[in-house]
């Protein structure tokens, strides 16, 4: 079991509020990532990070924005929340030397 | 472009029976594969991961196959279990440019009757 953690676990909000997804692992792993996920379909890169100050945009175009501050903190940012970003947030990390992506348990959001 | 697919969106099962679990992958230059296992209102799970260099690989219950003929990977759980039921994911490891990510399929359902 990874230990990675992602908070809030459900968020109900209005269109045009500022929401932070929170992120953390305990492993140490230097490359942590953010996927986008509809419900039951494939996850979508949104962004990745190989360490310490590093940020990259990736596969699927979005909005939000995520910074690198602390090897174990990933968080992620919509400055103005819309119903279009309605969907659920996975929160990964890797070690190193291995390819194994472990992931959090998702932050499932609404915005109305 | 480049793309990972599943070919069976559900697969139900009897529990007690074998499941095989089916995925077509694009890109020939992939070099890793994973399964990932995702339950209802959790994250996926790891269960198991293959090389490009191997063609089978064995874990408790579950062994992947890989076919790099026809660009084809299968997942199949022995003897399944009420608590095989979730969402599989298939995902191949690319490294364009030297930096590694993983491409996701879109998930096969496996339903499990007793």
């Known amino acids: 079991e990874a230990d990675i953690y992602q908070t809030p676990r459900y968020l109900v909000i209005g269109t045009g509020k500022k929401i932070t997804l929170e992120c953390s692992q305990t492993?140490?792993?230097?490359?942590m990532y953010w996927y986008q996920q509809d419900p039951g379909m494939e996850l979508h890169l949104i962004h990745y990070s190989y360490g310490v100050n590093s940020t990259e945009k990736g596969d699927l175009s979005s909005e939000s924005t995520v910074s690198r501050i602390r090897t174990e903190h990933f968080p992620l940012t919509l400055e103005s929340a819309r119903p279009s970003h309605t969907s659920q947030y996975l929160c990964?990390?890797?070690?190193?030397?291995?390819?194994?992506?472990?992931f959090g348990a998702g932050t499932r959001l609404s915005v109305l | 472009g480049e793309s990972v697919g599943l070919h069976l969106p559900t697969l139900s099962v009897q529990e007690g029976d074998n499941s095989i679990i089916n995925c077509a992958y694009s890109n020939s230059a992939s070099d890793y594969f994973i399964w990932y296992k995702q339950e209802s209102g959790k994250g996926p799970q790891f269960i198991i991961d293959i090389r490009s260099n191997m063609d089978k690989r064995q874990g408790q219950r579950v062994t992947v196959l890989l076919n790099k003929t026809v660009k084809h990977l299968s997942l199949q759980i022995a003897a399944t279990q009420p608590g095989d039921s979730a969402v599989y994911f298939c995902?191949?490891?690319?490294?364009?440019?030297?930096?590694?990510?993983?491409?996701f399929g879109a998930g096969t359902r496996l339903a499990v009757h007793p």
């Open positions: 492993m140490g792993h230097d490359k």
């Open positions: 995902a191949e490891n690319m490294a364009p440019g030297g930096y590694n990510k993983l491409i």
């Open positions: 990964a990390s890797r070690e190193a030397a291995k390819n194994i992506q472990y």
